[in-house]
């Protein structure tokens, strides 16, 4: 597709479990980020990759929070033994350069 | 910390208003300020703005920047019901990361 694809839309896991979700970007776009979105909050910086580096991963809340992109496309972020404050929606954007940032639709997380 | 201040937070109209949104921001660096429409999904890009004084228009919206007050203006106008959204602002604070900071939003609302 033309856009920034992301899934699950939507995930519910019990608090403990570890969940994973996955960010497809636009093709070429060399830069990709994970944004975390409460309710009724705009987004909040998680981390950055630029191609498979991971240049800044200051936003993530914990080391329970891990995010990779091996071969400098596909995004995966994960989350391991979730809490209640997890629950959010996670948006992830790609964009070349200075070039403004396309978004996904997110993945609602909600922890039960 | 490099704060970006919405305002209103929320507006209710009729159609056929014109309404002017608000963002400040506080910054010591600074690359570009952006402006973004979210309604139920993924924040779709309006503006990017990088110098003063410049208006950029798309249809019935505009926005432009003052770099000297750290000020910039989105505005709307003759609004129709599909307007209603939540419109989000976030600086870019340049150097080698391009990660946004983002306001709160002003969630808006056109009632016919």
């Known amino acids: 597709g033309a856009g920034v694809s992301q899934s699950p839309r939507y995930k519910v896991a019990k608090r403990g479990q570890d969940v994973a979700l996955r960010c497809d970007p636009i093709?070429?776009?060399?830069?990709l980020f994970w944004y975390q979105q409460a309710l009724g909050q705009g987004p909040e910086f998680l981390t950055y990759?630029?191609?498979?580096?991971?240049?800044?991963k200051s936003g993530l809340p914990s080391d329970r929070f891990f995010a990779e992109r091996p071969e400098g496309s596909v995004s995966t972020l994960k989350i391991q033994r979730t809490q209640q404050e997890d629950s959010a929606v996670y948006l992830c954007?790609?964009?070349?350069?200075?070039?403004?940032?396309?978004f996904g639709d997110g993945t609602r997380l909600s922890i039960l | 910390e490099d704060k970006v201040v919405q305002s209103p937070l929320s507006l209710v109209v009729h159609e056929g208003d014109t309404v002017t949104l608000n963002c400040s921001y506080e910054v010591t660096n600074f690359r570009s300020l952006l402006w973004y429409k979210q309604e139920k999904k993924a924040p779709t890009f309006l503006f990017m703005l990088t110098s003063s004084g410049i208006e950029k228009k798309s249809g019935r919206l505009s926005s432009i920047l003052d770099k000297k007050e750290l000020f910039s203006i989105l505005n709307i106008t003759a609004t129709q019901t599909g307007d209603s959204a939540v419109y989000l602002c976030?600086?870019?604070?340049?150097?080698?990361?391009?990660?946004?900071?983002f306001g709160k939003g002003t969630l808006l609302t056109v009632n016919p």
């Open positions: 954007a790609s964009s070349l350069g200075v070039q403004p940032q396309h």
């Open positions: 990759f630029q191609n498979e580096a991971q240049l800044d």
């Open positions: 093709s070429g776009h060399v830069s």
């Open positions: 976030a600086r870019n604070s340049g150097g080698s990361n391009y990660k946004l900071t």
